[in-house]
């Protein structure tokens, strides 16, 4: 499993997209919060980052599904897979490789954002008025979201050879958990309860309550749940290939 997390690592920082998704990143939302008018921390009058992790799951939702597309779409177009899988490792350990490999990338992208935390932490007036418990819990929710959205890319990319349908795939099905049943509460189809319980099935709830600064074991529950789910939908997919 180390020989293919290392080999994707190496992979993703060498080659133009894995490069660009850094930069996307770093520059998109470094445009919402210093630049754009209505939305940059300067004219918002207060020291937050709040819209770094306003913005953050939307550029991720479409960064991260690019930059999976390929991890097992290529080798399935190419046939390398088929030579991958005949060698001493099992399906697990070579979905392990590349999910770490891929969230190791999501971890790069949010280090750079370090330097806006810092900026807006020394603007604040007093420096280092801000709410810093908020602050890194909606960092840890970034990355499990982050984390989440690697797995379903992964299975969007085990289940197609197209590296384009995959990515349409991998959109869509992130847009759909993060955003769907938060749409579908807010119908008010159903009483409060049932609404609050759909709610509760997609992202954008569990996503939310991290960001307030308190980590709930039941969030941390939910998104570790769907990463193992999305994980075991690769395993089956690949593995339904051999049948």
């Not at 280090?111 to 960092?139: C, R």
């Not at 499990?144 to 990319?157: D, E, N, P, Q, Y």
């Amino acid at each position: 499993m180390y020989s293919i997390f290392k080999k994707e690592v190496n992979l993703f920082l060498s080659s133009l997209v894995g490069q660009i998704a850094l930069i996307v990143f770093f520059l998109a939302t470094g445009l919402f919060i210093w630049v754009f008018p209505e939305t940059n921390v300067l004219d918002y009058g207060f020291a937050t980052l709040q819209q770094l992790f306003v913005t953050g799951p939307w550029v991720f939702m479409f960064l991260i599904p690019a930059i999976t597309m390929r991890s097992f779409s290529e080798e399935l177009s190419t046939g390398t897979f088929e030579l991958l899988a005949t060698r001493p490792v099992r399906d697990i350990e070579i979905i392990f490789g590349k999910y770490l490999a891929a969230l190791m990338l999501v971890l790069f992208s949010l280090i750079p954002t370090l330097i806006y935390f810092y900026t807006v932490y020394q603007l604040g007036s007093p420096p280092g008025n801000m709410d810093i418990g908020a602050t890194w819990g909606s960092y840890i929710g970034l990355l499990l979201l982050g984390g989440v959205f690697v797995a379903i890319g992964l299975f969007a990319s085990s289940i197609s050879s197209n590296q384009i349908i995959a990515f349409v795939l991998g959109v869509f099905l992130c847009f759909f958990l993060y955003m769907a049943f938060d749409y579908l509460s807010r119908l008010d189809l159903f009483i409060a309860s049932i609404d609050n319980l759909i709610a509760s099935l997609g992202i954008y709830e569990h996503y939310q309550s991290i960001s307030r600064g308190v980590v709930d074991t039941r969030d941390l529950v939910y998104f570790l749940s769907v990463i193992a789910l999305f994980l075991l939908l690769t395993k089956t997919s690949l593995e339904s290939r051999k049948w």
